[in-house]
């Protein structure tokens, strides 16, 4: 089993970066694929990012390709997302997911899951 804590939310101008961060607990994070998902109010959750449990496989939703990054650091048990570029439809709750398989983009392929970080982009 893996606890997962977000953070680095907060708000920021259109054009804007954030890093967001997830740290897990447990001693086998290096074999989760672990996962961004958002939620903007009136919305449903929606897939952003993905990387494999192994590293170098990443999976991106269209709508962040070129501007978002995810990434991975093994030896701290957390994983991020650079978000560069942002736009006020990129304002949501982000959530932190982690799974044993592949990096899917559908929520329900996720065991674990963090509070969430709210991003709010200004216009």
Known sequence: QVQLVESGGGLVQTGGSLRLSCAASGRTFSRYTMGWFRQAPGKEREFVAAIHWSGPITNYADSV????TISRDNAKNTVYLQMNSLKPADTAVYYCAANTGTTSLSQY???????????TVSS
Not at 65 to 68: I, S, V
Not at 109 to 119: A, F, M, R
Request: charged residues 20%.
């Open 65 to 68: 390709k070129g501007r978002f």
């Open 109 to 119: 392929d996720y065991n674990y899951w963090g509070q969430g970080t709210q991003v």
